[in-house]
């Protein structure tokens, strides 16, 4: 991530990161409510110190379902304060009490019946309040350098955790392409990280000729909020109207069988700038993958900040799902330090 170019310019600070899980909070927002109905039980659930993939373990043992009967909506970090739901299937069977649950970093909010499993992206995005904290940068750049994020938004890459420690995801990929076989959760980690260091190859390399919030001739486009895709189609005078409103953004590649999308200039990028990449784009392919698009562009909702009097940063914001804050706090600040 650290070789990925900045939209907007060098960093404006440095500062020391997640210093507690408190300093990192983070909220899912819901896609729906809960039906009242049910054979699945849905939570939601705080936890601290601890990754969803754990939680959801932990949940199964204590409330005797197998791990497949929990759900979940999104992974969280470990480092962090995070508020999310889970799902657990109990078909004929009466709620346990959640009251006593005794898992250390794990508090059940709220619990209520539902008529489904929840699926991997069904909420609607996430809520973030992060504290960084011995601030070093000039204040009027700071609060600068927000305000253009808060008009223009920032390239929507995908952040250093999807690809695992050291990129061994990315390795994994490889290996697997080759003949290597693995079990079926890992597989899907690195056929995912593959795709999303194509994608990030594409979108730095927009972000370095400035047309990563813009439009280019052979442009396909996202609408905002259905995530549906349209075009290539010629440049008008209400695309740059819709694009200019967040209606519409810009998109690239996830990598996978069938040509790419795009034609004319914005075929030429991708093209360029996947082809170092010629191993991974053929063995997903291969893997029988349907091409898919992401927009290059990530929307900062309610961008909010606030100096404390010991001179920490707190900062607010709202981002759609599949997104990551990281990717945020690297148009602001230069690679954080983590407290030990």
Not at 85 to 95: H, T, W
Not at 130 to 151: C, H, K, L, T, Y
Not at 221 to 231: D, N, P, Q, R, V
Not at 276 to 287: F, K, Q, S, W
Request: aromatic share 6%.
């Amino acid at each position: 991530m650290s070789a990925l170019p900045r939209a907007h310019g060098a960093a404006v600070l440095s500062a020391r990161m997640r210093s507690s899980p408190e300093d990192f909070i983070v909220t899912e927002i819901d896609a729906f409510a809960a039906t009242g109905s049910g054979e699945h039980l849905l939570l939601t659930v705080e936890k601290r110190g601890m990754n969803t993939a754990f939680a959801a373990s932990r949940i199964a043992q204590w409330a005797g379902v197998p791990e497949m009967g929990i759900g979940y909506a999104g992974l969280k970090d470990r480092h962090a304060v995070t508020r999310q739901s889970f799902s657990v299937q109990l078909p004929g069977r009466a709620d346990p009490d959640w009251s006593a649950l005794a898992i250390p970093g794990v508090r059940v909010l709220a619990a209520s019946r539902h008529d489904r499993k929840l699926k991997r992206g069904s909420h609607r995005g996430n809520r973030f309040r992060i504290r960084v904290r011995d601030v070093d940068g000039d204040r009027e750049r700071v609060e600068s350098r927000i305000a253009m994020i808060r008009e223009r938004g920032v390239p929507n890459y995908f952040g250093e955790q999807r690809f695992g420690r050291e990129a061994g995801n990315v390795d994994l990929a490889r290996e697997m392409f080759k003949g290597r076989r693995v079990r079926r959760t890992e597989a899907g980690l690195a056929l995912s990280a593959a795709r999303s260091l194509v994608f990030n190859a594409v979108l730095a390399q927009r972000v370095d000729d400035g047309s990563w919030d813009c439009g280019l001739d052979g442009e396909v486009w996202m609408l905002a909020g259905t995530h549906s895709i349209f075009g290539p189609e010629p440049w008008t005078i209400d695309l740059a109207r819709r694009l200019a409103a967040f209606d519409i953004d810009p998109t690239g590649p996830l990598v996978g069988e069938g040509e790419l999308r795009t034609i004319a200039r914005a075929r030429d990028v991708e093209e360029r700038a996947i082809a170092p990449y010629r191993d991974l784009v053929d063995g997903l392919a291969a893997t029988g993958m349907s091409q898919q698009r992401r927009a290059l562009r990530l929307r900062v909702e309610g961008l909010l900040h606030e100096w404390e009097a010991d001179g920490s940063l707190v900062v607010e914001f709202r981002l759609a799902a599949g997104s990551f804050a990281t990717v945020v706090l690297r148009e602001l600040c230069a690679a954080p330090s983590a407290a030990a």
